[in-house]
């Protein structure tokens, strides 16, 4: 009968998957890059615990796959010298080709702030995942 229920085994669901699309899996595959921009802010931001903020980058993607420009949108951080590095750390990413054949251009917000630990002590490496847009 059509109202019965289905059993099904676990992680198993009867709702339809959601359909990602091109831009949201450049934007999963940056997420997952992010090391090097990351790097940039911790070398400088050491030592320095009023070195925070939130940077917004323009990033677009080429036919081959290749970062071709990577801009900083919007920042609330205030230090042109970690802007610029996370732009040409962010610029020499390589993807893959994009499927479609088009380029993509996708936004990406980083918040870049120095953890407290339990002792008190603040350190670096604590810039939270990069939070990603589309802007197409």
Do not use: F, M
């Amino acid at each position: 009968p059509e109202d019965t229920p289905l059993s099904l085994e676990g992680g198993v669901s009867t709702t339809s998957a959601r359909t990602v699309s091109i831009d949201e899996l450049y934007q999963r595959l940056l997420q997952g890059r992010q090391a090097p921009a990351r790097l940039c802010y911790d070398r400088r931001a050491a030592g320095r615990p009023e070195l925070s903020g939130r940077v917004v980058l323009q990033v677009k993607l080429g036919l081959d796959g290749a970062v071709t420009q990577a801009k900083v949108a919007s920042t609330t951080l205030r230090n042109q010298d970690i802007e610029a590095c996370i732009e040409r750390a962010v610029g020499a990413l390589r993807l893959p080709p994009p499927p479609d054949g088009k380029p993509h251009e996708v936004s990406l917000a980083l918040q870049l702030e120095q953890e407290v630990h339990e002792d008190g002590a603040q350190r670096c490496s604590a810039a939270s995942p990069w939070v990603a847009t589309n802007t197409a």
